[in-house]
Structure formats: C-alpha cells, structure tokens
C-alpha cells in the first residue's frame, strides 16, 4: 500500500496507472482511460493534473518500503524482528519448559 495525494492505494493500481497513463499527453484521452477502467467520470480537470500524478506514480514507483499496517490496525510484530528475537531467546534459554 502507498500514499498518493493523501489516497492509499495498491501497488497494482499504481502499477496499472503508471502503465497506462504514462504515454498519454492528453487528460481528455487520460479521463476516458481511467473511465474505462473503473468508472470515475471526469477524473482530471486540466493536462497538469495528468503530468502531476504521472510524476508522483513515477517518484512511487521506484520506492520500496513496509506499508503502515498500524494504520488499519494491525499492530503485529512483523516476522523478521520476531524471529531475530526468538532467535536471541533461545540462544540465551529464557524459555523454560513450562508456564507456571
């Protein structure tokens, strides 16, 4: 998931976007594009609506990082801390055999 303009939208919407509107000069040839594929009327009111969000899925596109599942309230340890922890734990024997 990924931020673009304040919106949380998948990578394979940004995929799709940065595919499909890429070679596209016009917002009119744009707006019937995204018409067709989900059924927004009149999505962009001027060319540098177009080229700004071309820019941004551009700048997105090329950057990796761990969505904020905290956001949507999932607060999980992620596996890879757990399992370096798990790790560390059972290297030094804080686990004992049973729970009392």
């Keep these: 998931m990924?931020?673009?303009?304040?919106a949380n939208i998948t990578?394979?919407?940004?995929d799709f976007l940065n595919y499909n509107l890429k070679k596209i000069?016009?917002?009119e040839k744009a707006n019937q594009k995204i018409y067709n594929a989900f059924g927004i009327i009149h999505f962009f009111?001027?060319?540098e609506e177009l080229e700004t969000l071309k820019e941004t899925l551009s700048i997105t596109h090329n950057i990796v990082e761990e969505p904020?599942?905290?956001?949507y309230?999932?607060?999980q340890t992620?596996?890879?801390l757990a399992n370096k922890v798990t790790f560390a734990f059972s290297i030094?024997?804080?686990?004992?055999?049973?729970c009392d």
Excluded: I, L, T
């Design 25 to 27: 000069a016009s917002f």
């Design 2 to 6: 990924m931020k673009v303009f304040e």
């Design 68 to 71: 904020d599942r905290a956001e």
């Design 45 to 47: 009111d001027n060319n």
């Design 73 to 75: 309230g999932d607060f």
């Design 92 to 98: 030094k024997k804080y686990f004992s055999g049973n």
């Design 11 to 14: 990578q394979q919407v940004s």
């Design 78 to 80: 992620n596996s890879d």
